[in-house]
Structures are given as C-alpha cells and as structure tokens.
C-alpha cells in the first residue's frame, strides 16, 4: 500500500495550496511513522454506518420529543439536537465529497450517499464537491478559495457577522454558491440545479406535512426553529473554527486549531479538527482526533495555538477580529 500523501487526491501542482505548501507537506511526511499514517487512514465503512445509526437515532428522538411534549424546557434543547444532527449530514456528505466512507472506490453508493446527505440541510451535493474540493485546491488565495471569496464576510461589521447566525445565512450561502457556480460548465450547473430543486420539493413537502398533520405550532417547533433557527447557529459556529484566525504567512496555520473536546466531538462529528483534515484530507473523520495527537509537536513548533469556541466568539464579536487574519496578533481587534 503506499504511503498516502498529504494533498491527495483535491490539490495539484499548480492550485495555489500546492504551490504554498511545498515544505509543509515534507514535513508532514517526515512527522508520522509510514505504518502509524497508513493506519489513521484506514477506512473501516461499517464505522460510517455507525455514525450515520447515531444520527438517525438522534434525528427520530428529538423529532419523537419535540412531538410529545409542548413545554419548552424539553422541546426547545429537543429542536437544539436536532438542529445540530441536521446540520451533521453536511459533515457526512463531506466524508463522501473525499471518499472515506468506503475502503474501495464505491461510485454508486457514494453517489446515493451524497444526494441522502445534501438533501437535509437544502444543498446539492454535486456543487458542495465542487466548491469543497475548490476550497482545498486554492485555500489561502483571496479569490480561488470560493469559501473565502465569496462567503466570508467582506465587511468587518458585528451587525454583518451575527447575520450568519440567523436565518439570513441561506441566503448568504446560496447568493455565495449561486455566483460560484455560475463560472461551472453547463452540464454541471444543471446538474446542481435538479438537486436544488428535488431538495427544495423535499423541504417544502416534510413542512406542509408536519402542519397539516399537526398544525403549525408543531411545525414551527419541529421543522422551523431546527431548520431555520438552530442550524444556522451550528453552520457559523462550526465555519468559525475554520479559517477566520489564522496565520497568513505560514501554510500550516491557514486553518484554525481547535482544542480538543469530547463535546464538540460527537456535536460536530469531529469535523472541528479542520486544520488537520486539511493536511491529510483522506484520514476519515473518526479518526481526525487520534491525527490531532499525533501532529501536537508540529503544532507546537509553528507556533499554533490551539482555542475552544468560547475563545474565537469573543474575538469574533468583543474584539471584533477580522476574518483570515491572526487574531493573536497586536491590534488584531479593535475593542
């Protein structure tokens, strides 16, 4: 088997990554054991299917409360959970996206998978691969990183900031995708537009199904404030711990170190070691922890300091730090 490399299979040569991130790479090699980084790429697919049980069982659990009882103090933490596991099928459609669901290539069920996957938070799965594997090709470039270029905020305003937070981000994110995907080739733009399209009959059914069947309180406590409320919320926390505190002169800390977490581990499907997927993005999600360990002394030698959530919300909106820029920097804020 050989040795996986750290940029395979969304970077090449002459993406902007690639170009940057020459000696990082080697030095990402030369910090793990070939056998230890062989196995924290082993795919076990029933793995997957373990987490994808637990997302279920949330999802009918926090849907079963929420039904059964109208008193707040259960049903709104219920509408939470399901807000987040709603918000979590992105992170699997994303395990998709870089083809660790499955030890070998499985194109069919990878493809059925990805549509499953998509269809809960709104998106098309064929233009979140698109614009997921853009992201890693041309991460650290202002205008090839569509994340960055389009998404991120283009004013350092907290009023603007805390719109992400609300249910403002859709239409923040499908302006962002729509611009995007209006320089992809036809044949994948109408692709994109079908999967919009079956998502958006799909959510427009499950909520005139919810109110029919048991009014519109119920839909607004079961479909509403988990859709529209909550997920945006896990969407802009989770984006947070990304790519907005970062070391722009230093590959290595183009994306943000988060501290680990047995909470925001299950709460977020480990998708919060983001820095590390990005230096093997083939190491599945189970197993981004276990990677974390092991990069440490890296980390610690480029000078990275690893934060909770707590810590980037307060330089995000108290000190007001600018997105993609080193917040421990002197005069990083301007509170």
């Known amino acids: 088997m050989a040795l996986p490399a750290p940029d395979s299979p969304v970077t090449n040569e002459r993406s902007h990554y690639a170009r940057h991130a020459g000696a990082l790479k080697r030095e990402l090699k030369e910090s793990l054991e070939p056998d230890r980084l062989r196995a924290l790429h082993e795919i076990v697919a029933g793995r997957h299917f373990l987490v994808l049980a637990r997302q279920l ?200 170190l988060m501290r680990p977490s047995l909470f925001w581990d299950r709460a977020f499907l480990w998708s919060n070691y983001h820095l590390e997927h990005h230096y093997f993005p083939n190491v599945p999600m189970y197993r981004l922890s276990a990677l974390h360990q092991e990069l440490r002394p890296l980390f610690r030698r480029h000078g990275l300091r690893a934060h909770s959530y707590r810590d980037l919300l307060v330089s995000w909106f108290v000190r007001n730090a600018a997105p993609h820029t080193n917040w421990d920097a002197p005069g990083s804020g301007d509170a």
Not at 176 to 185: D, F, H, L, S, V
């Open 57 to 256: 069982l949330l999802l009918g659990l926090s849907g079963w409360a929420i039904t059964r009882w109208e008193t707040v103090w259960i049903w709104l933490p219920a509408a939470i959970v399901l807000g987040f596991t709603v918000f979590n099928f992105t992170v699997l459609l994303h395990e998709v996206v870089h083809h660790a669901v499955f030890a070998k290539r499985r194109p069919f069920w990878e493809r059925v998978l990805g549509l499953a996957y998509g269809i809960p938070s709104g998106i098309s799965a064929s233009q979140f691969e698109r614009w997921h594997l853009d992201h890693h090709s041309e991460l650290g470039s202002w205008t090839g990183d569509p994340k960055r270029h389009h998404l991120s905020p283009k004013r350092n305003a907290r009023w603007l900031k805390a719109l992400y937070f609300t249910p403002a981000l859709f239409f923040l994110y499908f302006r962002a995708a729509g611009r995007e995907t209006r320089g992809y080739e036809p044949a994948l733009q109408r692709r994109i537009g079908i999967e919009r399209l079956i998502t958006i009959v799909v959510h427009l059914s499950l909520l005139a199904s919810i109110a029919g069947l048991g009014g519109l309180e119920l839909a607004m406590r079961l479909y509403v404030v988990p859709v529209f409320l909550v997920f945006p919320i896990a969407f802009a926390l989770n984006r947070l711990g990304q790519h907005y505190d970062i070391s722009p002169d230093d590959p290595a800390g183009w994306s943000t």
